[in-house]
Nanobody
Framework: QVQLVESGGGLVQPGGSLRLSCAAS????????MGWYRQVPGKTRELVAS???????NYGDSVKGRFTISRDNAKKTVSLQMNSLKPGDTAVYHC?????????????????WGQGTQVTVSS
């Protein structure tokens, strides 16, 4: 079992940056693939980025080159550095985890979800 708590959301102007953090609890954090999804009301959840237990990364097309995911297994944290933010990045961002990294490629959703943190990009 993994519990996830996000922090770092807020209001930022277009072109600005934010860094989201996710603190995890549970014995098997280092074995889990981790990722960030985002959701806008009325739309399906969108994969933003994922990272395997060994550090391999994958990004959604809309954020490639702007966002960077990283993890610190010793601290049980996952971070998402978001640069060059656009109004279209406005959403609730959820930290996620699953022992099976294929969940981030197969179209099915990972098992563990945090409550989410709001990111609003607006002038």
């Amino acid at each position: 079992q993994v519990q996830l708590v996000e922090s770092g959301g807020g209001l930022v102007q277009p072109g600005g940056s934010l860094r989201l953090s996710c603190a995890a609890s549970g014995r098997f954090f280092s074995s889990n693939a981790m990722g960030w999804y985002r959701q806008v009301p009325g739309k399906t959840r969108e994969l933003v980025a994922s990272i395997t237990s060994s550090g391999g990364t994958n990004y959604g097309d809309s954020v490639k080159g702007r966002f960077t995911i990283s993890r610190d297994n010793a601290k049980k944290t996952v971070s998402l550095q978001m640069n060059s933010l656009k109004p279209g990045d406005t959403a609730v961002y959820h930290c996620t985890g699953d022992l099976d990294p294929r969940k981030y490629y197969s179209g099915s959703y990972p098992a563990y979800w945090g409550q989410g943190t709001q990111v609003t990009v607006s002038s």
